[in-house]
């Protein structure tokens, strides 16, 4: 008795909650500009599958631990009929090789991962302190990515990312934008007889762990489904993950030329 395969075009999805950062200790030099920056960063909802009942089953029957939303999003479209006439039917389906889970080791956070902005004053003639503000001068595209090139890349970064999201609560995303003409009323006081400078730095979130492959294969024999991982490896990975609409500032005041 043939058993049918059927694919359905249907799967749930959770939002990602809107972060806060409140497993993070931002440093005093570090601002948000999400209203003042004149070039409006999509944010990075990305979703987190609620798996089916199937997909469920198939996840807890699983030899090695699978959380790549991509093959959960496969498990979710797939659906398998059962009959009562199933005795001494086996199958076995190759989904391919998949990235199955990252496991992080570290997440660190650099506040001055990429200067992206200096403005300046030259108060030596001057008599009375100036008050130096930021003002973006050029638009800055801020990218993160991989430190190693792997296998299926676009699918490790989004585990990564949610990986770094959670851990952190910052809003994250392997590319950022900071719009020329962005401004802060945060003001510096440049004394006379110096130089001021204000060196603005895009942050990001250094992420290290592990990633795990294998040949996935959903097995039936009767009425029984199951999930087998073959072929497993395992390889260490890291990634720079730039902070949206955050920026690092650092006065320095100076009797000569920097």
Not at 224 to 246: E, M
Request: hydrophobic fraction near 35%.
């Amino acid at each position: 008795m043939k058993k049918w395969i059927m694919i359905s075009l249907f799967s749930v999805f959770l939002l990602h909650p809107c972060v806060s950062e409140a497993n993070v200790k931002l440093p005093s030099s570090v601002v948000d500009i999400s209203k003042e920056n004149t070039y409006p960063n999509p944010t990075q909802n990305l979703p987190y599958l609620q798996p089916s009942e199937l997909a469920k089953e198939l996840l807890a029957s699983a030899n090695v631990k699978i959380k790549n939303p991509e093959l959960i999003r496969l498990l979710n479209e797939s659906s398998i009929s059962s009959t009562p006439f199933a005795i001494g039917y086996k199958a076995t389906i190759y989904l391919g090789q998949w990235p199955l889970n990252y496991e992080s080791t570290e997440t660190t956070t650099n506040w001055e991962y990429q200067k992206v902005n200096t403005n300046f004053y030259d108060n030596r003639g001057g008599k009375a302190p100036v008050r130096l503000m930021y003002k973006q001068e050029m638009q800055k595209h801020v990218r993160g990515g991989l430190t190693a090139s792997v296998p299926n890349e676009e699918a490790v970064k989004k585990m990564m990312l949610l990986t770094a999201m959670s851990k952190t609560n910052l809003p994250l995303s392997f590319s950022t934008f900071i719009g020329a003409g962005t401004k802060k009323e945060q003001m510096y006081n440049v004394h006379a007889r110096k130089l001021g400078y204000l060196y603005a730095y895009a942050p990001a979130v250094n992420e290290k762990g592990k990633v795990t492959y294998g040949e996935v294969y959903i097995v039936l024999k009767g009425n029984k489904k199951s999930v087998l991982v073959k072929n497993v490896t395992s390889q260490g990975i890291g990634a720079w993950i730039p902070v949206q609409d955050r920026l690092s500032f650092s006065f320095v005041s100076s009797d000569i030329p920097r």
